[in-house]
C-alpha cells in the first residue's frame, strides 16, 4: 500500500517501505509532474570516507524505512541506520518530515550523524524526474541571482551550465556561489502557463542552492537537445531536481537543516 499526501495545490504518493516518491501530481491542472515510480526519489547523502575517497554517496531510494508515522497533514520518515555506496553501513539516523502547509508541501530532513565521516552534502526534497506538461512548448527554470532575473531551458533543450569536466551529466546548479544564507531563495520551472515553485521556508544562514540533472545525457549535443524517447541506450530519460543542502554535520553532530517548500 502507498502512502498519499496532499495540500491544496500539489498530491504526492510514496512508498510505504522506502518513502521514495512514487508520484507528483498538480491538482488543479492534472500536470503529471513525476509520473514514474520506478524512478522516483526522496533524498541522497555525500558522505566521504577519506581525502582520497570522497565520492561515497548515500542512495535514500536504496534504504529501508525503520519507523513510519502518518498523521493528518503529514508524513513523518525515519532511517536508523543507512547503507553507502562505498563505505558499507553507516551509523546516521535520518529523519523526514513531510507536511502539507495550505497550498504548500513542506520538507524537513534532520540528519542524527553517528559515523565517524562528516556529512557534507545532502539533498532534499529530490525528485528523480520532472516532466513538462503535456501541451508544453518549453519548460524552464526562472530564478533570482545577485541583481537579476534569470531563465533557462530545461526542455526541449537542456542548458548544460557546469564544465563538462566537472559533472557526469548535464547539469544546472543555482545559488553555489554564496557562502551563508540562500542567494537564490527559490526557483521556479514554467512553461508559460503553470509551474513548480521550490523555496526555502525559514530564514537561515545554511547555504541551500538548486540543482536540475539530464541523464543519461543528450539525444543531440550539438544543440543540447533532450532525448525525445522516454528512454535511450537502455537508461530512463530523467530529468533530476533537488534541493541541495551544503550543511557539513561532523561527526557526533545532529541537526535539522532549513525546510524547502513545494507548490504548484
Request: charged share 20%; with cysteine.
Amino acid at each position: 500500500m502507498n502512502l498519499t499526501l496532499e495540500s491544496e495545490t500539489l498530491k504526492l504518493d510514496f512508498c510505504e517501505k522506502t518513502g521514495r516518491l512514487l508520484s507528483l501530481t498538480a491538482k488543479q491542472t492534472g500536470w503529471q509532474i513525476q509520473d514514474r515510480a520506478e524512478i522516483g526519489l526522496n533524498w541522497r547523502l555525500m558522505v566521504p570516507l577519506s581525502e582520497e575517497l570522497r565520492n561515497n554517496d548515500v542512495h535514500g531510494e536504496k534504504q529501508t524505512l525503520t519507523a513510519l508515522e502518518q498523521g493528518k497533514d503529514g508524513i513523518v520518515f525515519v532511517w536508523d541506520g543507512v547503507d553507502s555506496e562505498r563505505g558499507g553501513r553507516l551509523d546516521i539516523k535520518i529523519t523526514l518530515h513531510v507536511r502539507a502547509e495550505g497550498p504548500q508541501i513542506v520538507y524537513t530532513i534532520s540528519v542524527e550523524n553517528r559515523s565517524p565521516y562528516t556529512v557534507e552534502n545532502v539533498y532534499c526534497p529530490y525528485l528523480g524526474d520532472v516532466q513538462r506538461p503535456r501541451d508544453a512548448a518549453y519548460l524552464n527554470a526562472f530564478f533570482y541571482n545577485y541583481n537579476r532575473g534569470i531563465e533557462v531551458g530545461m526542455w526541449p533543450n537542456f542548458w548544460n551550465q557546469e564544465g563538462y569536466f566537472g559533472v557526469d551529466y548535464p547539469t544546472q546548479m543555482q545559488g553555489a556561489m554564496c557562502a551563508g544564507a540562500p542567494m537564490t531563495p527559490y526557483y521556479l520551472i514554467h512553461d508559460g502557463k503553470q509551474g513548480l515553485y521550490a523555496g526555502v521556508k525559514t530564514a537561515s544562514a545554511e547555504l541551500v542552492s538548486w540543482m536540475a540533472e539530464l541523464r543519461p545525457g543528450y539525444g543531440s549535443s550539438i544543440d543540447s537537445r533532450v532525448p525525445v524517447s522516454r528512454e535511450i541506450a537502455g537508461k530512463p530519460v530523467q530529468t533530476l531536481f533537488a534541493a541541495l543542502h551544503v550543511p557539513y554535520i561532523l561527526p557526533g553532530e545532529s541537526r535539522a537543516l532549513t525546510p524547502v517548500a513545494l507548490e504548484a
